[in-house]
């Protein structure tokens, strides 16, 4: 399961060896137990790489052969694309900040989070 992380700091994003209806379970089942409101929802979220990582052209392998729908992949500007996951959003209270997860194959999580934090580590000229 790919988990992105949404908060005050930005994005971060790991990987689990959770399924992701066993974590939603106990996300609720904590959310009770502690008394909190918790929203749970189908939705999509995006993340931005950037568009001169070598690791892409296998995302994009890997999109054409995944027949679920749970990633795309768009061309934002010379610089950027913009990947699109399917998934389950959780928030306290419907806020701006949660976890967005995704099930995907092990490898194709693996590579989206390499990809990520290369784009993480090594910023284009406009981050700088």
Sequence with gaps: ML???YG???LHLECLAQLTED???LQAILAVRTA???VIEHCSASLLLRSDLEGLKGLEQ???AEEMGLVALSV???EFVEVSLRGVWLSANDAEEGAFVVMMS???EALLLSLWHESQVAPTPIWR
């Design 36 to 38: 909190r409101q918790l």
């Design 8 to 10: 005050e700091a930005g």
């Design 76 to 78: 934002c500007d010379a």
């Design 62 to 64: 890997f999109i054409k």
């Design 106 to 108: 092990h490898a194709a």
């Design 3 to 5: 988990k992105v992380m």
């Design 23 to 25: 974590w939603i379970a």
